[in-house]
């Protein structure tokens, strides 16, 4: 069983990658690792199993053929029933501006080929861990914006908002300490964990994200730049 699911059922990860080498290597390891596995090889399939049976992660080759895994995951995003499905992003792209196109159309995480196993198998957990159902903790609240961590759902004046499970767990430490300042590596070790690593740019990132999924036309950025320091769950006149 992984590490931190004991007494879950199995979590499923669907592994949409065309190369067979690679597909059967991710196989083994996680299936190791006591995860179950299912396969796509294209785009149109990774759907359609998703719609079939929704896994508990999706772990998305960039370059699939006829369609993209950008186009996938934007796909994911769209629909009311996977938009909080946690997607890992596999890339051979190393440009710094791809891991952000990666972020930015809706992965919660993205990591570069070659890659070590080890390493994978960290993110892996740790977004399953981040997206699991919390625990009984009550609802928490700040200025108009609520969140009511049992139902695992977020309002704003009332009005439901959608989040990625990586812009959640971010939203979900800001309100546990607002008007608390907090660097990016600060931000990182808590959202993220610490045997994670992943890039401080990441972070603002799902800031933009987050500041696009709460507020709304006319209302006010809940979320404070501090320049040099990071950021904070804030109003300009508090």
Same mark, same amino acid.
């Given at each position: 069983?992984?590490?931190?699911?004991?007494?879950?059922?199995?979590?499923?990860?669907?592994?949409?990658?065309?190369?067979?080498?690679?597909?059967?290597?991710?196989?083994?390891?996680?299936?190791?690792?006591?995860?179950?596995?299912?396969?796509?090889?294209?785009?149109?399939?990774?759907?359609?199993?998703?719609?079939?049976?929704?896994?508990?992660?999706?772990?998305?080759?960039?370059?699939?053929?006829a369609?993209?895994?950008?186009?996938?995951?934007?796909?994911?995003r &769209?629909?009311? %029933?996977?938009?909080? +499905?946690?997607?890992?992003? /596999?890339?051979? @792209?190393?440009?710094?501006? $791809? *891991? !952000?196109?990666?972020?930015?159309?809706?992965?919660?995480?993205?990591?570069?080929?070659?890659?070590?196993?080890?390493?994978l198998?960290?993110?892996?957990?740790?977004?399953?861990?981040?997206?699991?159902?919390?625990?009984?903790?009550?609802?928490?609240?700040?200025?108009?914006?609520?969140?009511?961590?049992?139902?695992?759902?977020?309002s704003?004046?009332?009005?439901?908002?959608?989040?990625?499970?990586?812009?959640? &767990?971010?939203? %979900?430490?800001?309100? +546990?300490?607002?008007?608390? /300042?907090?660097? @990016?590596?600060?931000?990182? $070790? *808590? !959202?993220?964990?610490?045997?994670?690593?992943?890039?401080?740019?990441?972070?603002?990132?799902?800031?933009?994200?987050?500041?696009?999924?709460i507020?709304?036309?006319?209302?006010?950025?809940?979320?404070?730049?501090?320049?040099?320091?990071?950021?904070?769950?804030?109003?300009?006149?508090?």
């Amino acid at each position: 069983m992984p590490e931190g699911f004991h007494g879950m059922a199995k979590p499923t990860i669907l592994v949409v990658e065309d190369e067979a080498a690679l597909l059967a290597l991710l196989r083994y390891n996680l299936e190791r690792q006591g995860f179950r596995v299912e396969e796509a090889t294209d785009g149109q399939e990774a759907l359609l199993r998703i719609s079939e049976a929704k896994p508990d992660l999706v772990l998305l080759d960039w370059m699939l053929p006829a369609m993209s895994g950008i186009e996938v995951c934007r796909q994911i995003r &769209r629909r009311p %029933e996977t938009r909080n +499905l946690p997607v890992i992003m /596999v890339t051979a @792209r190393t440009e710094p501006q $791809d *891991a !952000v196109r990666a972020l930015d159309i809706g992965a919660d995480d993205h990591i570069a080929k070659p890659f070590a196993i080890e390493a994978l198998l960290a993110r892996i957990r740790a977004l399953l861990r981040r997206s699991a159902s919390p625990t009984s903790k009550g609802t928490v609240a700040f200025a108009d914006l609520t969140m009511d961590q049992d139902a695992h759902r977020v309002s704003r004046n009332g009005r439901a908002l959608h989040l990625g499970p990586t812009e959640y &767990r971010l939203l %979900e430490f800001f309100l +546990l300490n607002p008007r608390r /300042v907090f660097s @990016r590596e600060q931000l990182l $070790d *808590a !959202v993220w964990g610490r045997d994670i690593h992943v890039e401080p740019r990441t972070v603002d990132v799902h800031i933009r994200r987050l500041r696009k999924a709460i507020n709304g036309e006319g209302e006010a950025d809940l979320i404070r730049t501090v320049r040099t320091a990071g950021y904070a769950l804030d109003t300009e006149e508090g």
